[in-house]
């Protein structure tokens, strides 16, 4: 069964139709999409104004009863962001230091590390660097013991050759 | 694409329009089960649809049109979806034109259009709804 198709295996008579695998089974058209999607809002959109009054009124935004409002208030990156990062808590160990609601010059704080990092990269590169070690202590540094692993793989080598 | 395919299509879609209203009751009517309160009436959204109908429409101050055009735009991939989904007919002439994926992207454009409106006005609040609608793995309670 071929499971990723040979390239865009797009029929040569319907260049409109996307079909990745077979016509059977998924095929997309993005420009038929697009042009039913915006034939529906624009249908829409003039259904709404034959039985709709029309009348729009400006009125300011809802503040919860609560007029001064300060900067302090709005919405910030980490109220965006932080239900993403609860929803992705099990992959990241996450520190994060929040400041109190009354603090006025509020600082945040977070860093998040990789647990896949920890549990399978470090390992691997410990046991590198511990191998590494190992084959370090053969290294000396001194022309004397070098002239000597020269002559004993030179005599190893002559008995395995004999 | 035959006569018959393009009517069950039309059908469909209209089907699913006049549905969609009864399907929001009835969830509000198990959700208001499932926490112990009095449900509401099960055909309440379409009278609150007809009394939107015949009220202004209040818009903030500082919207821009991308508040105004979200409606339309989240009405219009939903209109879609509704028409892909074999839910009347199977043999339906656009059904061909989009797949499961394309499916899933309708739903993202709508949820897109709708974050980008809830932060459109520039309160928290839109923000909030915005969190409530979109991500229902994080509970409010947990947003300190």
């Not at chain 1, 990156?77 to 099990?90: D, K, L």
Request: with cysteine; hydrophobic share 50%; charged share 15%.
């Amino acid at each position: 069964m071929l499971l990723i198709g040979s390239g865009a295996n797009i029929p040569a008579d319907n260049w409109l139709l996307l079909a990745p695998i077979n016509e059977d089974r998924s095929s997309y058209s993005p420009l038929i999409v697009l042009v039913v999607i915006v034939g529906v809002v624009l249908l829409t959109v003039q259904i709404v104004h034959r039985y709709y009054h029309g009348r729009v009124r400006r009125a300011p935004a809802w503040d919860c009863g609560y007029p001064l409002q300060t900067p302090r208030m709005q919405d910030t990156a980490e109220g965006f962001g932080q239900p993403i990062r609860q929803v992705f808590e099990p992959f990241f160990r996450i520190e994060r230091e929040l400041p109190s609601p009354f603090d006025s010059a509020p600082r945040y704080r977070m860093r998040v590390h990789d647990r896949a990092w920890r549990a399978l990269y470090e390992p691997i590169a410990k046991a590198a660097e511990f191998l590494a070690r190992i084959a370090g202590l053969i290294q000396q540094g001194r022309i004397g013991v070098y002239l000597t692993y020269s002559f004993c793989t030179l005599l190893a080598l002559l008995v395995f050759v004999r | 694409m035959t006569l018959a395919g393009v009517l069950s299509q039309l059908l469909q879609v209209a089907l699913a329009l006049a549905l969609a209203p009864l399907l929001v009751g009835w969830v509000n009517q198990c959700r208001a089960w499932l926490s112990n309160r009095s449900a509401p009436p099960l055909l309440l959204p379409y009278r609150t649809i007809r009394k939107l109908f015949t009220k202004d429409a209040i818009v903030a101050e500082g919207a821009s049109p991308i508040f105004r055009v979200t409606p339309y735009v989240v009405f219009g991939a939903m209109c879609c979806a509704a028409a892909i989904v074999p839910s009347l007919a199977t043999d339906l002439p656009f059904a061909q034109a989009a797949d499961a994926i394309a499916l899933v992207g309708l739903f993202a454009l709508a949820a897109c259009s709708f974050a980008l409106a809830a932060m459109d006005i520039g309160t928290a609040f839109g923000s909030l709804a915005r969190a409530a609608r979109c991500s229902s793995a994080s509970s409010p309670s947990r947003r300190s």
